[in-house]
């Protein structure tokens, strides 16, 4: 079976610019999340889907930033007026989402966002 | 807040030795998982290891093994006999298994060499 899959791998635009980054994940995976991973730095969490719901959306740095998941499966997180500081690479994880369980996060190849 | 951190920012290690990498965490919660992840340079995060705290046995994963002390909340990484696809960052990370969010706090990375 394939893996988390991400589009694009990469993504360069202009500070101001709208951009949307787009998450597959693993086929029957309920549970879906978004980090961001800026340079020399661990990632950070963005975002948790349980089904189609946003279970935790604390990790939005700001009003910006987007993300839905209308149909329990891929996943698009979505940044408005862009800005250099939005430049990362932004990871996307998923994982089966068993009731009571803590399940292993199987992670996509990220995104790397260019911002200039 | 849960924070994780990883004191050694770069290490070396020649084939066929073995390095341990260092990670201890903060938090007030009793029940949670530690996990270390892997990160070569084609950016998937894979994982290495898991271990849940409730388990007082050190996870293994063949090469792998871990050094888990609760009350120094302490989480070091083995690697045996390292190989260079062993090469990468390493980064901690840990989860807390209450409040309904699986989100991952991770440090900062430690980037490991392996030298022939």
């Known amino acids: 079976g394939a893996g988390v899959s991400q589009t694009p791998s990469n993504k360069v635009t202009e500070k101001g610019k709208y951009v949307e980054l787009r998450c597959d994940p693993i086929?029957?995976?309920?549970?879906l999340y978004w980090y961001r991973q800026s340079l020399g730095q661990g990632p950070e969490f963005l975002i948790y889907?349980?089904?189609?719901?946003?279970?935790?959306d604390s990790g939005l740095p700001n009003d910006r930033f987007f993300a839905v998941r209308p149909e329990g499966s891929v996943s698009t997180l979505k940044i408005q007026r862009t800005e250099r500081g939005d430049s990362a690479v932004y990871l996307c994880?998923?994982?089966?989402?068993?009731?009571?369980?803590?399940?292993?996060?199987?992670f996509g190849p990220g995104t790397r966002l260019t911002v200039l | 807040a849960q924070t994780v951190t990883q004191s050694q920012p770069e290490m070396s290690v020649q084939e066929a030795e073995t390095v341990t990498l260092s990670c201890t965490y903060d938090t007030s919660e009793s029940n949670y998982y530690l996990f270390w992840y892997k990160q070569p340079p084609s950016r998937q995060m894979i994982l290495v290891i898991r271990q849940e705290a409730y388990k007082q046995q050190n996870a293994t994963e063949n090469r792998f093994s871990v050094n888990f002390q609760k009350a120094a909340k302490s989480f070091s990484l083995k690697i045996s006999d390292s190989q260079l696809g062993d090469t990468a960052m390493y980064f901690c990370?840990?989860?807390?298994?209450?409040?309904?969010?699986?989100?991952?706090?991770f440090g900062k990375g430690t980037k490991l060499t392996v030298n022939p």
């Open positions: 889907f349980q089904g189609t719901g946003a279970a935790d």
């Open positions: 990370a840990f989860m807390n298994t209450q409040g309904g969010s699986e989100k991952l706090v």
């Open positions: 086929s029957g995976h309920t549970a």
């Open positions: 994880a998923s994982s089966p989402g068993l009731a009571g369980g803590t399940d292993t996060q199987y």
